[in-house]
């Protein structure tokens, strides 16, 4: 049976978003937070100092990065070569740190563009069409298709979860690019054949070599799955065959290197308590806000086709890519960066609730995000006001109470662009909120715009403090107070993010407690004061980072009478 399409839709709302405008929010949420930050602790740290390590390392060693004799993150190869290569070509002049940030841009640019032509491609299927009027005047396909895009760009900007994770060199942005370009690859099987195969074939081994094997593998075989259950008017007997020879083909190197690079790394942590199921269900209801409320609404208003799925690709595979992150999310336990692929799939079918929405709907979420970004918006501005001048002094002395020792800093650059971008939205809430004609991009384009805006405040008016609050160079500037120009310093089951702390903010080298190598100074996690020798080492002092009492470090001095190390003992 033929269901009819619930989306009715007037040539007139058809209208696609102004390119200038698109561009201009695109790069208001991807150029904040690649620009002036420092490395934050735990997995940015330790991504971006694995990077600097492989950059001068033998060819060997790129198949086992480690830093300092801590491997990196299980399965995770194609990040790190990617910024060790970018740290190769980049230009004497340019920081390290920032260099490392380049490619990863593009990665997020990258998801930005394959999650648009994926949804515009899925637009132009044939069930997903509008209804056509008795007399005309429905949305041209086209049209109709580029306004979807628009949108389904506009849901992935304004999700929250978003924003952190795709500034972070990690592997879950590289994921998150290469699960995109899957995607896209799938979607444009039968439009633009010779890209799609371009896309899956560098995709697909891409994703496994980035940490994420098992999902990869998953989607390549539910790609097959789907090829086979897709009927004839859409893919003939001929043109089925040579898609599944392809895709088979895929499979099976991947297997092969899956296999022979040993890459899968089982880390199943399903919730165990309920304390647990609530935490994971806070993370899928603030993570995918505002998406997610409205693929509910997607997923009810298209049950009819949803349920024939193989008459309507549109709707099942965006399905298929994010019910496998979902699982992923809760099986893993690293849910948030699992989560994470399921973003781009997500943002499309939120993209296809538009067309079936009220107006009044329409209307509730427009206000709201004037709201809720404005409210956001005037917190981040009194709060700079606040450290700037004192006035209102109690946001300046909460801060000062947060993060004692941190000293506002301001800068020209940083206030320009949060006053550029403040106008902005004051204009576009203006022009958003009167009577304009109805497109079907509007509903989001507050959302989008509003995250877009705070997330450059806070990556601007916020960026010292935050570089404060999330840094270990506060915390490694103390103990660089009184090791001074060491030479190296020694250090006893310090973390992955710490080693990292020590050696890119420190300046020294790091060398493990008991080695080859003796240095004066030792640096210990304060978990590990039981296994300091008292007859090697002599206690200094504790060392916290200024925002977080529990994260401490104990520094120790080699005590003048001893002449070996007496611990012998890993980190």
């Known amino acids: 049976m033929h269901y009819p399409s619930p989306a009715i839709v007037a040539q007139d709302a058809a ?30 740290i330790s991504g971006y100092a694995h990077m600097l390590a492989l950059r001068d390392a033998p060819f060997g060693a790129w198949l086992e990065p480690t830093l300092m004799g801590q491997a990196a993150e299980s399965g995770a190869l194609m990040p790190y070569w990617i910024g060790a290569l970018a740290l190769h070509l980049a230009p004497d002049w340019l920081a390290p740190a920032f260099a490392v940030r380049v490619p990863f841009a593009l990665l997020l640019v990258a998801t ?70 899957i995607y896209f690859g799938v979607a444009a099987l039968q439009p633009r054949p010779r890209a799609a195969w371009v896309a899956l074939a560098l995709a697909f081994p891409a994703l496994a070599l980035s940490g994420a094997p098992v999902t990869a593998l998953v989607w390549a075989l539910l790609t097959l799955l789907g090829v086979c259950l897709s009927p004839d008017e859409e893919l003939p007997a001929p043109r089925r065959a040579r898609v599944l020879s392809g895709m088979a083909a895929i499979t099976v190197g991947l297997l092969v290197l899956v296999a022979g690079l040993d890459l899968v790394r089982w880390q199943l942590a399903p919730p165990q308590r309920w304390s647990d199921w609530q935490a994971l269900i806070r993370l899928l209801l603030w993570f995918t ?9 997607a997923l009810w208003r298209w049950r009819h086709q949803l349920m024939q799925v193989r008459w309507y690709r ?123 004609r109805t497109a079907l991009w509007k509903s989001l384009v507050l959302p989008a715009s509003g995250a877009a805006l705070c997330w450059l405040l806070l990556m601007t008016l916020w960026l010292p403090a935050l570089n404060y609050g999330r840094s270990l160079a506060p915390q490694m500037q103390r103990v660089r107070a009184v090791v001074g120009e060491a030479g190296c310093v020694e250090t006893l089951k310090l973390s992955t993010a710490q080693l990292a702390g020590a050696w890119i903010h420190g300046g ?49 001095r080699r005590t003048a009478a001893s002449s070996a190390p007496a611990l012998a003992a890993d980190r």
């Open 15 to 44: 209208r696609r978003l102004p390119r200038w405008a698109l561009i201009a929010i695109c790069l208001a949420y991807v150029a904040p937070g690649y620009i002036g930050r420092d490395p934050w602790r735990n997995a940015d």
């Open 508 to 556: 020294w080298a790091i060398e493990p407690v008991g080695g080859p190598v003796r240095c004066d100074w030792l640096l210990a996690d304060a978990q590990a004061q039981a296994r300091v020798d008292e007859r090697t080492w002599r206690y200094v002092q504790r060392v916290r980072r200024p925002t977080e009492k529990t994260d401490v470090l104990l520094l120790y």
């Open 112 to 181: 930005l563009v394959a999650t648009w032509l994926t949804t515009f491609f899925l637009a132009q299927h044939r069930g997903a069409q509008p209804v056509a009027f008795a007399f005309g005047g429905e949305a041209r396909p086209l049209d109709y298709a580029r306004a979807l895009a628009d949108a389904s760009l506009l849901a992935l900007i304004a999700t929250l979860g978003l924003a952190q994770l795709s500034h972070e060199t990690t592997p879950a942005l590289a994921q998150l690019a290469f699960a995109s370009w």
């Open 289 to 297: 806000w505002p998406s997610w409320p409205l693929v509910l609404w």
């Open 314 to 436: 549109h709707l099942g595979l965006p399905v298929m890519m994010a019910s496998v992150p979902l699982v992923n999310t809760v099986l893993t336990n690293a849910p948030d960066r699992a989560l994470l692929l399921a973003l781009p799939a997500l943002a499309t079918l939120a993209a296809f609730a538009l067309p079936t929405l009220r107006r009044s709907v329409s209307a509730l979420i427009d206000w709201f995000s004037v709201l809720f970004f404005t409210v956001w918006a005037i917190v981040i501005w009194v709060v700079w006001l606040s450290l700037q001048t004192g006035i209102p002094a109690k946001p300046a002395a909460n801060v000062a109470r947060l993060a004692p020792g941190f000293e506002p800093v301001f800068q020209w650059p940083a206030l320009i662009a949060a006053l550029l971008a403040s106008l902005a939205w004051l204009h576009l809430a203006c022009w958003r909120t009167g009577r304009h």
